[in-house]
């Protein structure tokens, strides 16, 4: 009855939630609070309050304590997982002097750095001119600097969400290594800011001074002040632990610790990731991130706008479904379970490509959305399942990139995310990579993962490789029917990885006529 307990804070794109997890990985408590991810002023923009995380990760935590006020004084430690690349500037005194720029929004310059010859030469030599234009052009810090100088030339912490709220609960401006995804000046191989003489420097606004402290996951961030204690209710002086981004403890919390176990993440983006010793780049000059594990690498493959396609499906041809889920009390998406049962494996003809935000390398910019197949026969049943199967082929498109690149096989997946909760979308997820699918044994990996590497800071587990064994493990598990495997293995090979290749010209034709996406 007295074994410790780890609280982990996840504070993510549509919530906050404040979780307490055991040794054994079990979750013994949880309380989610729902928050509005962010406020559009402008097309493209997306901004937050950077207080109103403080304040919604407050409640979460309060409303924990409010429900199981008998477990606090088991806690141990505290680790912190956020959503990644939202970015949050402080001045000298670290308040916030404008909101925090989220991860979807798109707003880019075409007024960055310029590159001395020396350093832009090699560069277009390699072909990648375009990839460091765009990195330049959509890096928060240099349309900020061009934006808003003002505010800019006021900033003296220059930080992701997860640096911000690591800093309200310690005091501390540090972050974790494995939380370091953005348009921002770090070594990926070296795990560590880029050394002096690295082009990123020279290609972004931002300097050394203006960036924090990082520290490995599994080490000590600092601890909870009083202030953080009055405000969250978590015991002062308990460590805070670095953990890294959410993903990166999808990934760990998944039990996908070597390159043989692929993760889906089935969340608001979608991606499909392995983990490895080694540094291996999912698509060249792409790094690998930094796992939620010192040393170790996510090799990563995204589909920015993943799960986010069903909260389309849901605003824009579901409203029926959504005032029904009201009346009965839940949520919208299990509904959707009936769509999928409607509609037979592969949509009667309908193949979506998700490229609904384009990418920089693969997809290219220029990549576009598309659904073909139309006929008078489809229904919304089979337009969700179309997102659902489209959403699988491109992350088997990367899985089958990332095989090649790591000389390793998959032979089973870990699926976690929202997604991951429906039996069906599991089956349709087996039967389309043609692999046995199994869902983890709790639906808060992140949170596990924050909460593994709480537990090897205190000593519960000698080490990651150990606590991973210990606190992890497949729940349910969803073999391919052979059938219709082998349909929807034709259907990608003979119909889906030849779309995008056929509709790019069409797509920079597009981009031409319009200038959307922006150039």
């Not at 995804?181 to 931002?206: C, M, N, T």
């Not at 209710?233 to 993903?247: C, F």
């Not at 291996?280 to 792409?286: A, K, L, S, T």
């Amino acid at each position: 009855m007295s074994a410790p307990l780890l609280l982990a804070l996840d504070q993510g794109t549509q919530s906050a939630r404040a979780m307490l997890f055991d040794g054994h990985g079990e979750l013994v408590a949880r309380y989610q609070q729902h928050i509005e991810p962010y406020v559009v002023d402008q097309p493209g923009h997306a901004e937050q309050d950077a207080n109103y995380f403080w304040e919604q990760l407050g409640q979460a935590c309060q409303g924990l304590w409010l429900e199981h006020a008998e477990l606090r004084s088991r806690v141990v430690a505290v680790s912190l997982t956020t959503q990644r690349a939202s970015v949050v500037c402080l001045d000298k005194a670290k308040k916030p002097l404008r909101p925090a720029v989220i991860w979807l929004d798109q707003r880019r310059t075409p007024d960055f750095p310029r590159l001395p010859w020396w350093y832009a030469a090699p560069v277009n030599l390699l072909g990648q001119g375009e990839t460091l234009r765009q990195f330049q052009a959509k890096a928060e810090c240099n349309w900020l600097a061009q934006d808003e100088p003002e505010i800019w030339q006021r900033t003296a912490h220059f930080l992701l969400l997860s640096g911000y709220l690591n800093y309200r609960l310690t005091g501390e401006i540090r972050d974790c290594t494995a939380s370091q995804v953005g348009y921002i000046p770090f070594d990926y191989k070296g795990q560590r800011w880029a050394p002096p003489h690295d082009l990123k420097w020279k290609a972004l606004q931002v300097t050394r001074e203006q960036l924090p402290e990082l520290i490995p996951p599994g080490e000590t961030l600092g601890k909870v002040t009083a202030a953080a204690s009055r405000h969250t209710g978590i015991p002062a002086g308990l460590p805070v632990i670095a953990s890294g981004a959410d993903k990166a403890c999808e990934v760990l919390g998944s039990g996908a610790f070597t390159p043989d176990i692929g993760n889906l993440s089935y969340g608001t983006t979608a991606t499909f990731n392995t983990c490895n010793e080694r540094y291996v780049e999912p698509i060249p000059f792409v790094p690998a991130y930094s796992a939620a594990v010192p040393g170790r690498f996510n090799s990563e493959i995204i589909v920015q706008r993943g799960y986010w396609m069903v909260n389309w499906f849901k605003r824009e041809f579901a409203q029926q479904e959504v005032q029904q889920a009201q009346e009965l009390g839940v949520s919208p998406e299990t509904l959707f379970e009936s769509f999928l049962h409607e509609s037979p494996p592969g949509a009667m003809g309908l193949v979506l490509q998700p490229f609904w935000n384009p990418g920089v390398r693969i997809p290219g910019p220029e990549a576009k959305g598309a659904i073909i197949g139309f006929g008078d026969v489809h229904t919304r049943a089979h337009l969700y399942r179309a997102i659902i199967e489209g959403i699988a082929y491109a992350l088997r498109e990367g899985k089958e990139r990332l095989e090649k690149r790591n000389r390793v096989a998959v032979q089973s997946l870990r699926v976690s995310g929202g997604g991951s909760q429906s039996d069906a979308i599991m089956q349709i997820t087996a039967n389309i990579f043609g692999l046995p699918a199994e869902r983890p044994h709790t639906s808060e990996t992140s949170g596990l993962g924050a909460a593994i590497n709480a537990a090897v800071a205190m000593g519960l587990h000698a080490d990651h490789a150990s606590a991973v064994a210990a606190m992890t493990r497949p729940g349910k598990r969803f073999e391919p029917d052979t059938e219709t495997a082998r349909q929807y293995d034709a259907l990608f090979r003979q119909v889906y990885r030849k779309m995008y290749p056929r509709l790019s010209p069409l797509y920079r034709s597009i981009r031409q006529i319009t200038g959307y996406p922006a150039r």
